[in-house]
């Protein structure tokens, strides 16, 4: 998306819009009065919401070093993410700062069209849609914040003003962001496009209630989040990609049910497949990002060829095709999700396994590879894991086995071992969304699904939660870090800003 900046609100939105936006002439002082006149504003407005998500403190780095440094998927040694990987993470750390920030940007921009395309002039069905999309927008911004920090201030109108009663909310519960963020989603499920088979570069009904399915799922409202992730299986609008390595990098395939647009080097671009890859492809050879770790690829030194975490059987070790060795490229031996670094490698920073869903031209942190936030794959596993808690376990087995098949792997019967229980079966979700989503960024936010589903259910047992994590760095379970502290620019500027508990 092409951006132009307007001094909008008061509160830095950035505006970015389409060519008949661009020839518009620059107003000398943009107000909530002058700029939301038209369709074009509107869709210029629309356009800046989407924007924040390619924010280095959300979707360009900084979510998916968060989703996976703090989890056994990853590791570095690059000291701007050690603070991730080994829980040392305080209210100073950059991504505690930048997280937070970026994305009360977003939210910000999304409250200014919830707020003012109501007024314009303009078909309604185009302005519902817009509507609808910025629900959705809000939603994500607020379901990211509230795994990571807890409860966090609902702000539900653009800051327009410099008072501090309106700039220095309290945090509102938990509970409270939750019902926000259902209820943004149920209108966005109802407003946004209804979407089409060649539509993925902007929220649709779809993009809706399949986050609306994540969300139930974080909450274990498992009826929900069943009947959330049906809604899109039975759209019709999605589809599996015939293989894995057609996912990579993300450009808006048939999987897709919402990603993050990155146009290049004349957008800003994607940062995170230079702070990843090895050089090359990459442009410079540092300490990387994200490093697959060994357990991870089955503790092989290096990478292995074979797949992976807890495999059950040989056949699965070898035929995995999220993982199997494809060929040789530039940076090394492609397995897909990762490559194998070393064929061309003049250092230690570019030799061994890396990252490799971002598999486009790095481009000097101007990369055009867009980011997964949903695809179909994910939905179907979501379908399975909320299916299967409600003690539904042969109607689990049809969407899990739809990843599995795709994957090279043999379908589960009711007499498979993988299926013997509602406990083995959760055990075999648990690790197909892992070798599924693995680098896309949601890992840890599963481990935190696990360690708040055992304490809410102490018969329950996951093979992996964030407890585990911990308490390998830590030598601790310590419940403090389930949550990132608020960082200490909000809680010095904000007196009506509590610390989260240990920090």
Request: proline share 7%; net charge negative; glycine share 6%.
């Amino acid at each position: 998306m092409k951006k132009i900046v307007y001094p909008i609100l008061a509160a830095v939105l950035l505006t970015t819009g389409c060519d008949s936006v661009l020839e518009k002439q620059p107003l000398p002082s943009v107000t909530p009065v002058n700029f939301f006149q038209n369709r074009d504003d509107a869709e210029a407005a629309i356009t800046a919401a989407y924007d924040a998500l390619q924010q280095e403190g959300t979707y360009g780095l900084d979510l998916i070093a968060i989703g996976e440094m703090p989890s056994d998927n990853a590791t570095s040694s690059n000291d701007d993410v050690i603070p991730l990987d080994k829980f040392i993470w305080r209210p100073t750390t950059k991504q505690v700062r930048t997280i937070y920030t970026a994305s009360f940007i977003g939210i910000n921009r999304a409250d200014a069209v919830i707020k003012y395309v109501p007024g314009i002039e303009m078909p309604a069905a185009r302005k519902n849609e817009i509507l609808g999309e910025a629900r959705f927008l809000r939603a994500l911004h607020f379901f990211n914040l509230v795994r990571l920090y807890g409860g966090v201030p609902l702000r539900l109108e653009p800051t327009e003003t410099a008072e501090p009663g309106a700039l220095n909310l309290g945090r509102a519960s938990t509970e409270q962001v939750y019902q926000q963020i259902v209820d943004d989603l149920t209108q966005a499920a109802e407003l946004a496009p209804a979407g089409s088979a060649n539509d993925r570069s902007r929220a649709t009904r779809g993009s809706a209630n399949a986050l609306l399915a994540r969300v139930q799922l974080t909450q274990r409202n498992w009826g929900a989040a069943a009947a959330a992730a049906e809604k899109v299986i039975s759209s019709n609008l999605y589809v599996l990609a015939g293989t894995p390595k057609e996912l990579y990098p993300a450009n808006n395939n048939r999987e897709s049910v919402f990603e993050v647009q990155f146009a290049g080097a004349d957008d800003g671009g994607n940062i995170f497949p230079d702070v990843a890859l090895p050089a090359p492809p990459a442009t410079f050879s540092f300490p990387k990002f994200n490093i697959p770790t060994p357990e991870l690829l089955g503790g092989a030194p290096n990478g292995a060829d074979t797949a992976t975490y807890l495999a059950t059987d040989p056949q699965q070790r070898r035929t995995d095709r999220r993982w199997a060795f494809v060929g040789v490229k530039p940076g090394g031996r492609d397995h897909v999700s990762f490559i194998n670094g070393g064929k061309n490698a003049s250092n230690d920073n570019d030799k061994g396994a890396f990252v490799y869903k971002w598999s486009g031209n790095p481009n000097g942190f101007n990369s055009a590879d867009n980011t997964y936030v949903l695809r179909f794959a994910d939905v179907l596993l979501m379908q399975a894991e909320a299916l299967n808690e409600q003690n539904q376990s042969a109607a689990a087995l049809v969407p899990l086995n739809r990843v599995r098949t795709r994957a090279g792997l043999t379908e589960l019967t009711s007499t498979s071992p993988e299926a013997a229980s509602q406990t083995t079966l959760r055990n075999e979700i648990d690790r197909q969304r892992r070798l599924e989503l693995a680098f896309e960024g949601e890992r840890w936010f599963d481990l935190l699904r696990y360690a708040r589903h055992e304490a809410a259910t102490p018969s329950v047992n996951h093979p992996k939660d964030a407890f585990d994590e911990i308490l390998a760095q830590l030598g601790r379970r310590d419940a403090n870090y389930l949550l990132l502290p608020i960082p200490q620019q909000e809680t010095n500027n904000n007196p009506n800003v509590t610390q989260n508990p240990g920090y």
